[in-house]
């Protein structure tokens, strides 16, 4: 069972603003779009916070894939993403049914903020508000984009 996404995109530069206003911004990194659906739990954070800075797509000496987000001293900027969870195999409105309640992602969101912070340090994660309505500013490098789920068993309580 597939739980917890984030669609990645390898950055020279990001921001993200609300009301007007800069809620953050980074130089070269990542973009991490997030989301979360129901059953998922802090091991899926935990999971994905260790992941994140470690996953090799930043350029080597020979321009090869080799370098991680921590190797390279980058940052990263988190995006809530509700979205991630739209399904349109039916009609032509998603349906967002999978997607995690509100006051469930906004805790899941917090905790992954939190955990990301003390992996990577706090100077180097940035983040958009969570439910606002954002316009997201970025370059990116490659282009690279990547999906990554978090995959395990189906335990007994896990909402279906």
């Known amino acids: 069972m597939l739980f917890m996404r984030v669609l990645i995109q390898r950055v020279r ?3 993200v603003t609300v009301d007007g206003q800069v809620a953050g911004s980074i130089r070269e990194g990542m973009v991490a779009l997030v989301g979360f659906r129901e ?6 954070i935990e999971w994905m916070t260790h992941k994140l800075p470690e996953l090799r797509v930043f350029g080597d000496a020979e321009g090869k ?3 991680s987000l921590r190797e390279m001293d980058g940052h990263i900027l988190v995006i809530s993403q509700f979205t991630l969870y739209g ?6 409105r998603p349906s967002f049914m999978a997607a995690a309640r ?3 992602a906004m805790t899941l ?6 955990l990301l912070r003390a992996e990577l340090g706090a100077e180097r994660v940035a983040a958009g508000v969570f439910q606002a309505h954002m316009q997201l500013e970025l370059v990116n490098d490659g282009p690279v984009t990547l ?12 909402e279906k």
Do not use: H
Request: a negative charge; charged letters at 50%.
């Open 39 to 44: 059953g998922d739990t802090a091991q899926e």
């Open 147 to 158: 999906l990554l789920e978090r995959e395990r068993e189906r335990e007994p309580g896990d």
């Open 102 to 104: 509100p006051e469930t």
């Open 109 to 114: 969101y917090d905790e992954f903020l939190d």
């Open 87 to 92: 399904d349109c195999r039916k009609g032509n």
């Open 65 to 67: 894939m080799n370098r």
């Open 13 to 15: 530069r990001a921001s």
